[in-house]
């Protein structure tokens, strides 16, 4: 599959999947439907310019020290995607929850806490099922 139709695919499945998750945990937790639609869209944005870029980055680091197992990413390598994505999230959506709800950044980072230790697990198992599905990237087959 082409580099770019495989982000395009990647970022496109994680974000709906992603958007469906916080979508139904914001309405089991009572939240106003039309507040919380409107904040996962603002994080979705956020989000998928930010998982675009993410993995132009790090398929571009990753070509430069190439290391496969098999054909496919390490648990480590995989452990340092996800956490290199997640946390420039953190370093994007704080501020921007902070500035949506007009809450401190410790109070939106308090909030965001329990999704991103969720979304750190999300994307490992995300990129290992992606991989799986569709093969692993050209960076690390090369």
């Known amino acids: ?15 709906l999947i992603a958007w469906f998750l916080t979508s139904a945990v914001c309405l089991y937790m009572g939240k106003n439907p ?34 496969t197992h098999r054909g496919q990413r390490s648990f480590w390598r995989r452990c340092g995607h996800a956490i290199g994505f997640e946390g420039g999230l953190v370093l994007i959506l704080v501020p921007a929850m902070a500035w949506w709800f007009g809450i401190s950044l410790w109070q939106a980072f308090l909030l965001e806490g ?15 099922s992606f991989d799986q599905i569709f093969g692993p990237p050209a960076s690390v087959t090369r």
């Open 1 to 15: 599959m082409n580099s770019r139709l495989r982000l395009l695919l990647y970022v496109s499945l994680y974000e």
């Open 34 to 67: 039309q507040e919380s639609g409107a904040a996962a869209a603002l994080v979705t944005l956020l989000a998928v310019s930010w998982n675009w870029g993410w993995n132009l980055i790090f398929e571009a680091w990753e070509r430069r020290y190439p290391q």
């Open 114 to 128: 329990g999704l991103l230790l969720f979304f750190l697990l999300y994307s490992w198992v995300f990129s290992w």
